[in-house]
């Protein structure tokens, strides 16, 4: 692996990161999801309104982003629901995502928003109302179909999470502006693996982490994408390691798994370096591998391919160095509101690549007891490929 210039500028400057960006447009959103109703019921079943209850979909489709919120769309109104506590909030974000004038906004109490959901579905006349099947309790769907007396309710299933995988330029230009944060912020941070290189400084795990999501917030970041992963020697081994206390010791292999998030919308990136020289030369070479690998992941993203496609690209890659065993996760997954969201990029994944699709490509091979690398890039499908919005160097020694 190549020397990286530590006093090189970031993949965007501080300017770049300070610079506004265009509103998101929400408009449109509520009548993609309408034409979704003819087939949205079980065995492609017609429902004649959605109850949206997952706070990323109710956002996506009003701009509403606060934590209490319920969204009822018929065919031609809408409500939210939400407390108190909004009343101001839900009146400037649905302003400013320009919907406020198609949905009607409800505030009050549990029972209140609740009267509000059902006398909205009965003034329509909807009788089959959708209600998100994989987000729901089983009391609260109990609870649902007890206030739906004269309705009949028909578990749906990723129905506005399909829309939300293809995204808009405005979408776009938020999960780049979250990249370009959090690659800022490893830059600013990679030195002080540097100083353990040298045989100097103290360092555990949890407090890298934590100094990493410092960064991202002082750079501009809202908040971590996720809860942040930095896992030395054996520890990089376990592909969902917490950090924890073990001091990051020259010759360790670290892997960095981190996001962060801009306007709510979220970036992943995972970079393995070594501090100094490998004390396991072995994993110098699967450090090789899982780079090919990766690459080839990217390379294969484009338009018209399947994510299952990708997956085998990355697998057959590391299979043919003999570590086919060791690659025991999902080559990647969709990202944007949520970390992980459609589509998955797996075994058996149906889903096929579009343009503005955007996911993650995260090859890893791991040894138990001696230490592990995954590379991971966020990607957006374009009509010629894929693009990046991780851009920093993955060749990194230190």
């Known amino acids: 692996m190549s020397e990286v210039d530590r006093g090189s500028a970031p993949p965007m400057g ?14 449109g959103r509520l009548d993609r999801l309408r034409k979704q109703f003819d087939e949205a019921g079980p065995d492609g079943r017609a429902v004649d309104a959605l109850l949206v209850t997952t706070p990323a979909n ?11 919120g319920r969204l009822l769309v018929t065919t031609g109104r809408a409500w939210l629901t939400t ?8 009146a400037e974000q649905l302003d400013a995502a320009g919907v406020a004038d198609v949905i009607e906004v409800v505030v009050g109490n549990a029972r209140t928003q609740r009267e509000a959901v ?40 990723g129905v506005v999470e ?20 959090a690659d800022a912020a490893l830059s600013d941070l990679l030195p002080r693996l540097s100083e353990l290189a040298g045989g100097g400084g103290d360092l555990t795990e949890s407090v890298f982490a934590a100094d990493l999501d410092h960064a991202m917030r002082r750079r501009g970041a809202e908040e971590s994408a996720f809860e942040t992963i930095v896992a030395s020697g054996e520890n990089s081994a376990k592909p969902h390691a917490r950090p924890g206390p073990r001091p990051i010791r020259r010759g360790d292999p670290v892997v960095i798994d981190f996001g962060a998030t801009y306007d709510g919308y979220r970036s992943d990136m995972t970079r393995t370096v070594f501090v100094g020289e490998p004390s ?14 990766q690459r080839a992941g990217v390379d294969a993203v484009a338009p018209g391919v399947s994510a299952a496609a990708v ?23 969709g990202v944007g509101l949520d970390i992980h969201e459609a589509p998955a990029v797996g075994p058996g994944s149906t889903a096929i690549l579009q343009v503005g699709t955007v996911v993650t490509v995260e090859p890893g091979v791991y040894l138990p007891g001696r230490g592990g690398v995954r590379i991971e890039d966020t990607l957006v499908v374009t009509e010629h490929g894929s693009r990046p919005f991780t851009r920093f160097p993955k060749e990194v020694a230190v």
């Open 83 to 90: 407390d108190g506590r909004y009343r101001t909030q839900a």
């Open 58 to 68: 109710v956002r996506w489709l009003t701009g509403f982003s606060g934590s209490a």
């Open 280 to 293: 396991d030369g072995e994993l110098a070479d699967v450090w090789a591998v899982v780079f090919e690998s």
């Open 311 to 333: 997956d085998e690209t990355c697998r057959g890659r590391i299979a043919e160095a003999g570590w086919a065993d060791r690659f025991e996760h999902g080559t990647g997954h």
């Open 118 to 157: 059902v006398t909205g579905a009965v003034s329509v006349g909807a009788h089959r109302i959708g209600l998100e099947a994989d987000r729901v309790t089983w009391a609260d769907a109990r609870d649902w179909e007890r206030a739906f007396e004269r309705g009949q309710l028909e578990p749906t299933r």
């Open 14 to 27: 501080i300017g770049d990161l300070d610079a506004p960006l265009a509103p998101l447009s929400v408009v």
């Open 162 to 181: 399909a829309l939300r995988a293809v995204k808009d330029a405005g979408e776009v230009a938020r999960m780049e502006r979250a990249a370009a944060i």
